[in-house]
């Protein structure tokens, strides 16, 4: 009886420990994935329209990400983050061979997104992507300076819980890119929008 008792005692500090240590787990702070490699200038010029360049894959990389779900997905990012992305076709309207040079939308600043991985080889089977993405918000006025901010992020995502609830293959891609572009500018610092500033 005596053993019986000791060891239902041990049972029950077994899950109250569990238990707090449950509670003393912090949620997950988004962004936390993405190396920031640099924030010079960004606070200063306060950027506020923001033009969402055609995704750049350097050479030999083999990957063929959604271009244009991933910059919709960016410009929505944007948005939450307090910034005007302006409209994709608008800065489609000018690009030129295939390259979009800052400023040609008077806009104050380019996000370029460089993919240097997009690899969906597991998506069919545990709707999961893997990608190695790199940003960089460019000054418009002095495209060839250190960026404003720029980061890296390298990272697995699962979305077999979205395909549960999402009909359309179109639609769960997009909704893919959208907790994508989310997490990865959750570490761009929110826009100033306070009176004063441009």
Known sequence: ??????????????????????????????????????VSGLEARNPADIAVAPLVIPDGVLASPPQKAV????????????????????VDARVVEAAYSPGSAREDAVLEIIVHSWDRSLWEVRTAILVDLEARLIDAEHPTAEPLWSGRMTQRFDFASERNRIVTEGALLQEACNQIAEEFLAALPVRDTSAGRP
């Open 1 to 38: 009886m005596y053993d019986r008792a000791r060891s239902a005692s041990r049972s029950l500090l077994g899950v109250l420990l569990v238990s707090l240590a449950a509670c003393a787990t912090l949620p997950d702070q988004p962004g936390r994935q993405v190396e920031v490699q640099s």
């Open 71 to 90: 910059r919709t997905a960016f410009c929505r990012a944007l948005v939450k983050r307090r910034y005007t992305p302006l409209a994709i076709d608008f």
